[in-house]
């Protein structure tokens, strides 16, 4: 489950990975989640991540929840609409996750590296965010992410 602004959330269903290109529709109705591309510009240059994009309630509930694997370009973008505090939790959650607070403008706000998988601990925006991206624990480290870096992607108007 997640947690934000005290509302319990979650992530998306299970499905099988690794089908390349499906449209969004034949995504969903083959139990494949579509992707978008998403480019984090780092200090160290761009890096190109496919993201699922959790833009509705059912969607932000669930994330990553139940899941046992998640390939190492793959991520969650989740759209809150506006910007808020966000309070995430790992309940339910198997992969350790880097948790990536985005401002509206795409600017990185905040980093919470290697979430602890299973855990209630709350995890913090500390301030404002419009978003959220998770990716495998220790892909922010390891292509140098920090706050100030910007997020690419049409949900931030980029």
């Given at each position: 489950m997640r947690l934000f602004v005290g509302v319990l959330l979650?992530?998306?269903a299970v499905a099988p990975l690794g089908l390349a290109g499906p449209t969004p529709a034949r995504a969903l109705e083959a139990g494949v989640p579509a992707t978008e591309k998403l480019t984090l510009e780092t200090g160290g240059g761009p890096v190109s991540l496919d993201v699922e994009v959790a833009r509705d309630p059912a969607m932000r509930e669930r994330g990553l929840m139940y899941r046992r694997y998640l390939p190492e370009n793959r991520g969650m973008l989740f759209d809150?609409?506006?910007?808020?505090t966000v309070l995430m939790w790992m309940?339910?959650?198997?992969?350790?996750?880097?948790?990536?607070?985005?401002?509206r403008d795409g600017?990185?706000?905040?980093?919470?590296?290697n979430a602890e998988p299973l855990s209630e601990a709350i995890i913090s925006s500390q301030g404002p965010a419009f978003a959220v991206l998770?990716?495998?624990?220790?892909?922010?480290?390891k292509i140098g992410l920090k706050p100030g870096d910007v997020a690419d992607h049409p949900l931030f108007g980029r």
């Open positions: 979650a992530g998306l809150f609409g506006h910007a808020q309940k339910n959650t198997y992969i350790p996750l880097d948790m990536i607070f985005i401002a600017k990185v706000t905040h980093i919470e590296e998770e990716v495998n624990a220790g892909v922010a480290k």
